[in-house]
């Protein structure tokens, strides 16, 4: 059983490198859960939508009491039973994200948070970096921005800041990768983080046995 988040700015490509590993390691003969935040559970989605709602306003105290109410949720009816079960989850985002995104939020409070509800960090993060202005632009072209994405440059740029403090301070569990790169070449970086951090997880593919 292994548990590894993907964490990143907006735009940094998550959502397509979080289904390409997923692939890899179900080809390899993991039993793979596939999962997000904020949601993942229904009690969870639905906080989901209130959190991302633009015609909302929440506090940065406000957010970060639902973001956890949401991973309390999600940690409980999803993440926890399928390790337990010697499952391998990959979550888009987890509690890294509130670390970094509830700005202007005491860091102490959201860790105590983090202690109370989340009984399990990841055994990897693989944090997606690249400038602000590219992920924005990235977004951007999405179409349908957030209540997240539409906070504006400064704010963005204290986000990935955050990011990358947690990575400095925990570089046994996060790995940076360069997400301006192209899909292929993000593709193998975490191919090659996850054989360094975690090996023999993605194993050998099926129909592909070991040469004798």
């Not at 735009?11 to 997000?36: H, M």
């Not at 904020?38 to 929440?58: C, I, M, N, V, Y």
């Not at 906070?151 to 360069?178: N, Q």
Request: hydrophobic share 45%.
């Amino acid at each position: 059983m292994s548990f590894i988040t993907f964490e990143g700015p907006e735009g940094a490509g998550k959502s397509t490198q979080i289904k390409r590993l997923a692939a890899k390691l179900e080809n390899a003969g993991r039993d793979v859960v596939l999962t997000r935040e904020p949601g993942g559970a229904p009690e969870a989605e639905a906080l989901r939508a209130l959190l991302l709602d633009k015609d909302r306003s929440w506090s940065p105290t406000a957010e970060a009491l639902l973001m956890n109410a949401a991973r309390d949720a999600h940690v409980r009816a999803r993440i926890t039973p399928a390790l337990d079960a010697g499952k391998t989850v990959l979550c888009d985002r987890f509690s890294d994200s509130t670390i970094a995104y509830q700005v202007g939020v005491d860091e102490a409070f959201l860790r105590a948070l983090q202690t109370a509800v989340v009984p399990r960090m990841p055994d990897l993060t693989l944090l997606f970096d690249l400038p602000v202005e590219v992920g924005l632009a990235r977004a951007e072209a999405r179409g349908a921005a957030d209540r997240f994405e539409a906070k504006g440059e400064a704010y963005h740029r204290t986000v990935r800041e955050r990011f990358i403090a947690i990575a400095a301070e925990e570089p046994e569990r996060v790995v940076i990768i360069d997400a301006e790169a192209s899909m292929d070449t993000v593709e193998k970086a975490v191919t090659e983080a996850v054989n360094a951090r975690l090996p023999g997880l993605l194993g050998e593919p099926h129909g592909h046995p070991p040469a004798p």
